[in-house]
């Protein structure tokens, strides 16, 4: 038995679940709504205030869906009580961020600034060169995150570029004079 997969999901207060056929589960909370179409193999029981994830099988195929099937309800449920954030440090001489309106433009020595908008749910903000991406969804949260780190990925010999806060980037050593 999956270990993640057999533990209950205990559901907060203020949080309403609503399971259609083919495992269409909506999930509302005090932070918003979130809707996803789960694996249909899979059985999904809410009693109260626990939601139960169990499979038809032990086939491999079905203890993979099993722990992923319980996770994503378990996302779904943190995003609408607490939310997700994720935190970029922009490392680097003249590499700045900064926000107009829902338009996120940086400044990544480029001969042109690179402008980046919000994408629906997600929100983004600036401080000093901290970039904070907040969201109700996970993976939308992570997406943005890793898009924006992708305009100028860390460089292993001077750190500069957009990187995750706590993000250890290996560093190399440069060229020596003989």
Request: glycine share 10%; no cysteine; aromatic share 6%.
């Amino acid at each position: 038995m999956s270990r993640i997969g057999r533990m209950p999901i205990t559901v907060p207060a203020g949080v309403t679940f609503d399971l259609k056929e083919n495992n269409f589960l909506t999930v509302k909370g005090p932070k918003g709504q979130l809707q996803r179409q789960l694996p249909v193999e899979m059985k999904i029981e809410v009693d109260g205030a626990e939601v139960k994830v169990t499979r038809p099988n032990d086939l491999k195929k079905m203890k993979s869906l099993h722990g992923l099937t319980r996770t994503l309800i378990n996302n779904m449920v943190v995003g609408v009580t607490e939310g997700y954030e994720k935190k970029l440090e922009i490392n680097g001489v003249g590499y700045k961020a900064s926000k107009n309106g829902k338009q996120l433009d940086l400044a990544l020595g480029y001969s042109h600034p690179v402008v980046m908008s919000d994408p629906e749910g997600i929100e983004s903000t600036v401080e000093n060169n901290i970039i904070t991406v907040r969201g109700i969804d996970k993976e939308k949260v992570g997406q943005y995150a890793a898009e924006i780190r992708f305009k100028r990925l860390p460089e292993p010999y001077k750190g500069k570029g957009i990187k995750y806060v706590g993000e250890i980037i290996r560093r190399k050593e440069g060229k020596t004079a003989k």
